[in-house]
């Protein structure tokens, strides 16, 4: 068997999906240079491990089931709309994650700990949960990242959005012409409490 691109993830239930897609529909119809992430698609990561042989995903698997088993399900929220610059310009924007009692930032290194353990090593970067809303194309035009900052200002003031955890997903990513295709490979449950 091949290796397989493989990352750890919160993905988002169908309600999520679709207050997500009525936010951003109206935003994306109008800014065509900037690359939306398909809704689907939207996920929080937590562990992002890359091209991995089959022997370390068994590994990643034993691991996850039992660092699911010690947490409980909880409850974070979709708070607001960040656009991360680079070079002073428009690159990236993020929906927010306000995790008010940090059990998400608990579960990431619960996770981080006992992947280490298994010979995973840890993250250099600090855990940032977002999601990831859209991609700014280089040639996009000085008009569509002002509409991009507008809109995230705009989004300031809409009401959060629930995000159930109930599990963690450890996901496979392929990349095609098209854009990256994510397929599931396993669930590991949280406890229910």
């Known amino acids: 068997m091949e290796s397989e691109r493989l990352f750890l993830a919160i993905t988002l239930p169908g309600s999520a999906r679709s207050a997500l897609a009525e936010?951003?529909?109206?935003?994306?119809?109008?800014?065509?240079?900037v690359r939306w992430t398909?809704?689907?698609?939207?996920?929080?990561?937590?562990?992002?491990?890359?091209?991995?042989?089959?022997?370390?995903?068994?590994?990643?698997?034993?691991?996850?089931?039992?660092?699911?088993a010690g947490v409980g399900r909880f409850e974070?929220?979709?708070?607001?709309?960040?656009?991360?610059?680079?070079?002073?310009?428009?690159?990236m924007v993020w929906a927010t994650i306000e995790d008010t009692h940090d059990q998400?930032?608990?579960?990431h290194g619960r996770t981080e700990r006992l992947l280490e353990r298994g010979g995973f090593p840890r993250e250099r970067r600090s855990f940032s949960p977002h999601l990831t809303l859209a991609r700014v194309r280089d040639g996009a035009e000085l008009w569509e990242r002002r509409l991009l900052e507008e809109?995230?200002?705009?989004?300031?003031?809409?009401?959060?959005?629930?995000?159930?955890?109930?599990?963690?997903?450890?996901?496979?990513?392929?990349?095609?012409?098209?854009?990256?295709?994510?397929?599931?490979?396993?669930?590991?449950?949280?406890?229910?409490?």
């Open 104 to 107: 998400l930032r608990r579960l």
């Open 23 to 33: 936010r951003i529909g109206p935003v994306a119809a109008r800014a065509a240079r």
């Open 76 to 91: 974070v929220s979709i708070s607001g709309v960040k656009v991360v610059r680079r070079r002073g310009a428009a690159h």
């Open 38 to 68: 398909p809704v689907e698609n939207i996920h929080v990561t937590l562990k992002f491990f890359g091209d991995t042989p089959p022997q370390r995903k068994a590994a990643i698997v034993e691991t996850m089931e039992r660092a699911a």
């Open 151 to 193: 809109w995230a200002r705009a989004q300031q003031d809409s009401a959060p959005i629930a995000l159930p955890v109930r599990d963690v997903a450890l996901m496979r990513s392929e990349l095609k012409p098209g854009g990256a295709q994510y397929t599931v490979c396993d669930r590991f449950a949280l406890q229910v409490t």
